[in-house]
């Protein structure tokens, strides 16, 4: 694998006496999406803010691009684009003055860059609007421009589909999967909706109770479960030695990718007719659910 | 300094920033209004004749009372003496409004108000950030805390100076349309002769004086906005101070601890005509109080900005 752009080291953070960030070790690599998951109280948000240099970790350390934020915060945080909860901008200013406002912040922006990144989440036509104009899908387009605005490695979204409608949140989807592929950049996207971070993301890291409890690569879900209908159920129960679990009109097989095309060769010598064979993909919510234990799903909200 | 510019247009987008700048020049075109309308004409040599005549003719009047002690003799025909100068000379009555009085009354009213609207941007300029989430915004940026905390303090400071400028300005335009712009002369009697002076008025050490007072209560009003996130604690408390600090001064004045504490230093007593409230302070003691406040005042503001955890 490539170096990691950002390096989480055994972060730890106390508020009050209270141990809310536990031992967190997480890397983030280029070109990557990853979801960051977990149930309100989690952690997720004290864990974003420490990356963003907002709060400062009683123990550990934040390693972007090679610099350590505590030490060499400017450089570290110029690497950095980050939306944090809502993307709260000025409202007195039309959207346009808010990302000159952003871009006197940052080295190199050039106005050019501006109406770029404006025309790439699509805000043209009301981007000299005053912000308090718009819509919340709009504001979330405009976090989005400010966050992107300085070609950031490593791009922090909280939340970020918040607002947009569902040909909004498609759109934001693809520019997602756009500039992680063609700018490499890194991205975090911790969000609620877990149906839709299961459509962006290349892998997950799931936290509860400020440890985290697991991190997977997305792909590695292969289904190891088939659901199949046939016309003559007996004798499919005949062809396994253990009983089957029945489901819906159908029957729930174990089966590897690579035992399917056998399977259905001995399913026609023996004669049964074959209407549907599908693998079974888990949902990310409801392995979400597995892990996390049923009733700590108060995340959705 | 591209930060200073940032939070300068955003001061102005805001409408708080021109109202307080509107209400300046709205109060000292009202007041120059009412000194003009109320006041007395010398506009022409006809007026100011008449005006010195009217207060001839009152101070005879009073001469002629009777029993009259000696003195008090002496002051009418005095008084009647310079008054018969001021017509001979053509020269406004005593009572008429010269610019360098209306100058001297503008810059008073002017200092009033900017401490109070100054202190109002100060309070409001970093808090506000924190009540609308907007800080987050800005502290994710590759700038160290210092220097923005910096830009937003530099950002009030330029705020009052733009008031004052504007109002001294405003002040001073008014006073060429509105009054005789002779300078303001003042008469004695020395040996049975009437001497003539002008009126010096010491414009500069009363705007110094008391823009050293209104930075402290500034310099107050960012400290406590900045640490309770609070525009209306910080207002009313420096409200309170700006206006009360006296009043509060002389309650604690029999007491020893009573000239370690900033406002009871106020620069202003110092300015000419003014003097301090507790007997003994001198300017150096004050002005060194002074500058300690401030720089403890700094550092708590600065120190506590730069560690704390951003929540909002």
Redesign the interface.
């Known amino acids: 694998m490539t170096k990691p752009i950002v390096e989480i080291k055994n972060l730890n953070k106390k508020?009050k006496g209270k141990h809310i960030i536990k031992n967190l070790n997480l890397d983030f690599y280029p070109g990557q999406i990853t979801g960051f998951l977990g149930p309100n109280g989690a952690g997720k948000t004290t864990t974003i803010?420490m990356m963003?240099?907002?709060?400062?970790p009683s123990e550990g350390e934040v390693v972007i691009d090679g610099h350590m934020l505590s030490k060499n915060?400017?450089?570290a945080?110029?690497n950095?684009g980050?939306i944090?909860?809502?993307?709260?901008?000025?409202?007195?200013?039309s959207g346009y003055?808010n990302l000159q406002?952003?871009a006197?912040?940052?080295?190199g922006v050039t106005k050019e860059r501006i109406d770029e990144v404006v025309a790439q989440v699509g805000l043209q036509n009301r981007i000299h609007e005053k912000v308090k104009t718009y819509s919340l899908g709009m504001r979330q387009r405009l976090g989005l421009a400010?966050a992107m605005l300085h070609r950031p490695k490593f791009l922090i979204l909280d939340e970020p589909t918040n607002g947009l409608d569902p040909a909004g949140i498609r759109e934001f989807r693809m520019y997602l999967r756009k500039i992680a592929a063609e700018d490499n950049v890194a991205i975090v996207v911790s969000s609620h909706l877990l149906s839709e971070i299961e459509l962006m993301v290349d892998r997950i890291a799931i936290i509860q109770n400020g440890e985290l409890i697991d991190i997977r690569e997305l792909e590695q879900q292969v289904a190891a479960q088939y659901y199949i209908e046939v016309g003559q159920p007996e004798q499919l129960i005949g062809l396994f030695e253990e009983p089957l679990e029945k489901e819906k009109g159908g029957y729930v097989v174990n089966l590897t990718k690579e035992e399917v095309p056998a399977f259905v060769r001995r399913l026609v010598e023996s004669g049964i007719d074959l209407y549907t064979i599908q693998p079974i993909q888990k949902g990310l919510e409801d392995q979400f659910i597995e892990m996390t234990g049923g009733g700590a799903i108060d995340a959705i909200r | 300094m591209?930060?200073v510019?940032?939070e300068w247009?955003?001061m102005w987008?805001?409408k708080n920033a021109w109202i307080m700048l509107g209400l300046v020049l709205a109060l000292l075109a009202f007041v120059s209004g009412m000194n003009k309308y109320y006041g007395v004409d010398s506009d022409t040599k006809e007026a100011r004749i008449e005006a010195n005549e009217n207060w001839l003719t009152h101070n005879n009047e009073m001469l002629n009372a009777e029993g009259m002690a000696e003195a008090d003799k002496q002051y009418y025909q005095d008084e009647i003496a310079m008054t018969e100068y001021r017509i001979a000379q053509d020269l406004p009555s005593f009572d008429a409004t010269m610019i360098s009085e209306h100058m001297e009354m503008s810059i008073t009213l002017t200092i009033v108000m900017i401490s109070i609207f100054t202190v109002v941007i100060a309070a409001g300029i970093v808090s506000s950030e924190f009540g609308?989430?907007?800080i987050?915004?800005?502290?994710?940026?590759?700038?160290?805390r210092w220097k923005i905390l910096l830009s937003k303090l530099v950002t009030t400071i330029l705020y009052g100076l733009t008031l004052m400028a504007s109002g001294l300005i405003f002040a001073y335009i008014l006073g060429i349309i509105l009054f005789n712009t002779d300078p303001a002369v003042s008469l004695s009697i020395v040996n049975g002769q009437v001497m003539e002076e002008t009126v010096k008025i010491p414009y500069l050490e009363m705007i110094l004086y008391s823009a050293g007072s209104t930075l402290m209560t500034i310099l107050f009003a960012f400290m406590i906005g900045t640490i309770f996130g609070s525009s209306t604690l910080a207002v009313s408390l420096s409200l309170f101070i700006l206006l009360m600090g006296s009043t509060a001064t002389m309650f604690i004045a029999q007491y020893d601890f009573a000239k370690y504490i900033w406002f009871a230093n106020d620069l202003s007593f110092y300015a000419p005509g003014s003097m301090p409230l507790i007997e003994g302070l001198t300017f150096t003691f004050s002005l060194i109080v002074n500058i300690v406040y401030a720089i403890v005042f700094l550092a708590i503001t600065f120190i506590y900005f730069m560690?704390r955890?951003?929540?909002a």
């Open positions: 508020i803010r963003t240099g907002l709060m400062y915060y400017e450089k945080i110029s950095i980050v944090v909860e809502n993307p709260e901008m000025y409202k007195f200013m003055k406002h952003f006197r912040m940052h080295k400010q | 591209q930060y510019k940032n247009i955003k987008s805001q609308t989430g907007t987050k915004m800005l502290l994710t940026r590759p700038v160290a560690k955890d951003i929540t």
